[in-house]
């Protein structure tokens, strides 16, 4: 077997050793992507999950308030979507724990592309995902190098995912929820309405500070063997 080189080159043959590297890294490259695939599931599953109980709640409140009124309806609203809202909570969490282990998938297999161009350096030409394994080589697999539209656009982005639009949807539970607590107490129409805006607006923060947090923190602990070169 003859291993291609630039033109001008001394063609040589590729050593035993080097084939059974190369069978070892796609074999490790393969591995990776069955793996991301099945946090990629899991992530579709949680979601299916929060929204078939988040949907199956409200149904069963519409049901409820045809044959129940007043204490006895906000009881079973707020047991309901208290136990909606722990759902939503733990979806989340599981969440942002599956795009961490996301993050990691994509940096081994940047790793895997700089071992295949170390070997093949004619080959980078065709490479649209990124061999390196820093936060400018992962962010370039994961097609986020290049927003247009600086903060306004992270947020964007940041709303299209499944985390943020999980955190939109506990938020206005958690803003219901409220709204029904204060009812039940008999608060001023005006201070239920400002509660569920305060709670909605208070928590959707602190999921985006939560998510925040938690990328950042895991790309500063990512050690990059192979940074990306710097421009000149």
Do not use: C
């Amino acid at each position: 077997m003859i291993e291609s080189a630039p033109p001008g080159d001394e063609k040589r043959p590729i050593r035993a050793q080097d084939a059974e590297a190369i069978q070892v890294l796609f074999t490790e490259h393969w591995s990776l992507l069955a793996t991301q695939s099945l946090s990629y599931s899991e992530s579709f599953s949680r979601v299916s999950m929060f929204l078939a109980i988040l949907s199956g709640s409200v149904i069963a409140l519409a049901l409820v308030a045809q044959a129940a009124h007043g204490a006895t309806f906000l009881a079973i609203a707020i047991l309901m979507l208290s136990i909606v809202l722990l759902v939503g909570l733990t979806t989340f969490g599981r969440l942002v724990a599956l795009n961490s282990e996301n993050i990691k998938w994509v940096k081994g297999m940047n790793l895997l592309r700089h071992a295949y161009l170390e070997r093949n350096p004619d080959l980078a030409p065709y490479f649209i995902a990124g061999s390196h394994d820093d936060f400018r080589g992962i962010m370039t697999t994961m097609g986020f190098d290049r927003m247009p539209g600086g903060n306004l656009r992270s947020v964007f982005e940041g709303l299209q995912t499944l985390p943020g639009t999980i955190a939109v949807l506990v938020s206005a539970v958690f803003g219901a929820l409220l709204a029904l607590v204060a009812l039940a107490f008999r608060a001023p129409e005006v201070v239920i309405v400002l509660a569920a805006a305060a709670a909605f607006g208070l928590s959707y923060v602190l999921f985006a500070e939560v998510g925040r947090r938690s990328f950042f923190r895991l790309m500063a602990g990512l050690e990059a063997r192979f940074p990306t070169p710097k421009e000149p």
